[in-house]
């Protein structure tokens, strides 16, 4: 892998993870198009979710602090009697919000975990879940009522939206995309269906890099790659922070359909590419 491929690499995964186009679906085709063994560069791709990571703490950093001291009251309830009180305050139900969604994809992912690691064999898979993200975006912009709040909102669509972001652990199909569609169906407000979209997105790529990375740690990296993969991580940080601005605009402005014609192109690419090649 060279500097300028890490560059790219990084730039793409920043962008994708956020913005609905696939960020697993894009990497796999460029990995592929560049002729890079996806088992030769593992520490590097965990080291780009944690680069994506920081974007979404350097944006909703006061949301995150405000979820941490909420948990550390809610103990504090437990121990001394007065019970959970989920709807104490906005941000607590916040909490048990992406707590309940956060349970089905976690099921999903062990559950299925083979069957989504050999999806990632096929290139005409990926395309598939292209299509399959473009679809589900038409119908995100589509979406009814946008009126819910984190207070209106019930159980039942964090477990919806927990479902979504399970399927989304298939190559080509976005996590956003699939999450942001969960919550516009749930009808909640489009700025909060964007940050929860974002905030239940912490433990699912937290969970992915601890899962990861005993075997990234254990094949290891050529020291020569040290410089690029650091690199790679730093442009997934700042592409993934403008990924994630834009997205909060587009939602709001309703303009997802520019999507959805993007990553049908990519997928009529990828089918016609295996079609010529055989």
Known sequence: ???LQAIILGLIQGLAEFLPISSS???ALLQAFFGIESDSVLLFTVLLHVGTLISVFIIYWKDIVALIIELCLTIKDLCTGKGLRINSSPT???GFMIIVATI???LIGLLFEDFFESLYSSIVSIAIGLVFTGAILLIAERAGKDENDVMKMKFRHAVFIGCMQGIAICPGVSRSGSTLFGG???GLERKFAVKFAFLISIPSILGSVVLEAPKAFEQGMDASLAVPVIAGMIIAAISGIVAIKTMIRVVSNKRLVGFTIYVWMV???VFTYVLITG
Request: glycine share 6%.
């Open 1 to 3: 892998m060279t500097f």
């Open 25 to 27: 679906g894009h990497l």
């Open 92 to 94: 607590r139900r916040l």
């Open 104 to 106: 089905p994809t976690a």
């Open 184 to 186: 516009l169906i749930a």
């Open 267 to 269: 997928a009529i690419a």
